[in-house]
């Protein structure tokens, strides 16, 4: 299976809002940490393109509840357009493999960071059965400036030692 195209299930059991911003705040802490050096201000995005990471996301997740695949997919870089061919066939792996993000009820935006390399945007979403997943979105910088999301990865909220 493609690397950019993985996700996580395992959830113990569900973690109130509060607490899992706790959880992504330390994932983040932890990703922007690991196997690099500390992190330096050219580790921090831009205003520019935090917003415009930021509003791929947004446009991506609205088009995706309004079963828009056409635009959902346009906001898919390359290699994911190239790996699903056609937007029903995204579509399709959206709604069986990242149903959390399909109908999510709440997405909670938290700040864009840099690991290995690339710019990620964390998500705390409540999915519709109400158990809370961090949604790491892979962003990649087009040739023409513009940004598209090279990948997803879902992580299931759960409590240290549950």
């Known amino acids: 299976m493609n690397r950019r195209c993985r996700r996580v299930r395992s959830a113990r059991r569900a973690l109130p809002a509060g607490l899992c911003a706790v959880l992504c705040t330390g994932l983040c802490a932890a990703l922007l940490t690991?196997?690099?050096?500390?992190?330096?201000?050219?580790?921090?995005?831009?205003?520019a393109d935090a917003a415009a990471i930021r509003r791929?996301?947004?446009?991506?997740?609205?088009?995706?509840?309004?079963?828009?695949?056409?635009?959902?997919?346009?906001y898919a870089?390359?290699?994911?357009?190239?790996?699903?061919?056609?937007?029903?066939?995204?579509?399709?792996?959206?709604?069986?493999?990242?149903?959390?993000?399909?109908?999510?009820?709440?997405?909670?935006?938290?700040?864009?960071?840099?690991?290995?390399?690339?710019?990620?945007?964390?998500?705390?979403?409540?999915?519709?059965?109400g158990r809370v997943v961090i949604a790491l979105y892979e962003m990649e910088r087009q040739p023409d400036a513009t940004w598209r999301v090279s990948g997803v990865l879902l992580l299931a909220a759960q409590a240290q030692g549950a």
Do not use: C, K
């Open 34 to 47: 690991l196997g690099s050096a500390p992190a330096r201000a050219a580790e921090t995005p831009s205003a």
């Open 77 to 129: 870089a390359p290699a994911i357009q190239q790996q699903f061919v056609t937007p029903e066939a995204f579509m399709r792996m959206v709604r069986d493999g990242y149903r959390p993000v399909y109908r999510p009820r709440q997405v909670i935006f938290q700040d864009v960071l840099l690991h290995n390399g690339e710019w990620v945007q964390p998500l705390l979403v409540t999915a519709e059965d």
């Open 56 to 74: 791929v996301v947004e446009r991506q997740l609205a088009a995706i509840r309004r079963d828009d695949g056409a635009e959902a997919f346009s």
